[in-house]
T-cell receptor, first 114, second 111 residues
Framework: GAGVSQSPSNKVTEKGKDVELRCDPI?????LYWYRQSLGQGLEFLIY????????KSGLPSDRFSAERTGGSVSTLTIQRTQQEDSAVYLC????????????FGQGTRLTVV | GEDVEQSLFLSVREGDSSVINCTYT??????LYWYKQEPGAGLQLLTY?????DMKQDQRLTVLLNKKDKHLSLRIADTQTGDSAIYFC???????????FGTGTRLKVLA
């Protein structure tokens, strides 16, 4: 596609429910990142995928969070048993290679846990 | 540490210059970036600078890097109301792939 696409754009869920957030990166981009942006905060790194290498999950805040990237393209971030503190905007980005090249961001999924 | 710090707010009058500042802590930074986030949108790369440079100019944007003081700034000349947004500085470091972002500076341009 022309840009990084994320869905849904908004999600309201009840505390304790599971949610899945989807990211379609730019075609051909091998690196994919998930970040979380809480109100008034910077961007918190969550997880990184690069090609077929094992993902770096060091930023995931708890074992309720997981992510996968199927076929080196689409990625899904799953949050189990959501809590109110999970409310944030979840941003996905992709780049041609990792690190020192431009990362293109999607518009994010705004998650609200009530 | 991984801290990248920015002041939270900046307000300027239309037509004036804006200067947004950023400090970082890691001396192994390789690239430093400025991203812009408009309301309800993702982040858009404005410009970036390699760590062995001290200045980069791109139209109305001037990036200054003081590597000794670990200080990065973004100057926007002739600021317009359309420049109102949140500006994030970010860095990447040698041997890693994570973009480390600052907290963002909310720029408000007054007509």
């Amino acid at each position: 596609g022309a840009g990084v696409s994320q869905s849904p754009s908004n999600k309201v869920t009840e505390k304790g429910k599971d949610v899945e957030l989807r990211c379609d990166p730019i075609s051909g981009h091998t690196a994919l990142y998930w970040y979380r942006q809480s109100l008034g905060q910077g961007l918190e790194f969550l997880i990184y995928f690069q090609g077929n290498s094992a993902p770096d999950k060091s930023g995931l805040p708890s074992d309720r969070f997981s992510a996968e990237r199927t076929g080196g393209s689409v990625s899904t971030l799953t949050i189990q048993r959501t809590q109110q503190e999970d409310s944030a905007v979840y941003l996905c980005a992709s780049s041609l290679v990792h690190g020192n090249t431009e990362a293109f961001f999607g518009q994010g999924t705004r998650l609200t846990v009530v | 540490g991984e801290d990248v710090e920015q002041s939270l707010f900046l307000s300027v009058r239309e037509g004036d210059s804006s200067v947004i500042n950023c400090t970082y802590t890691d001396s192994s930074s390789t690239y430093l970036y400025w991203y812009k986030q408009e309301p309800g949108a993702g982040l858009q790369l404005l410009t970036y600078i390699f760590s062995n440079m001290d200045m980069k100019q791109d139209q109305r944007l001037t990036v200054l890097l003081n590597k000794k003081d670990k200080h990065l700034s973004l100057r926007i000349a002739d600021t317009q109301t359309g420049d109102s947004a949140i500006y994030f500085c970010a860095e990447t470091r040698q041997g890693t792939y994570k973009y480390i972002f600052g907290t963002g500076t909310r720029l408000k341009v007054l007509a």
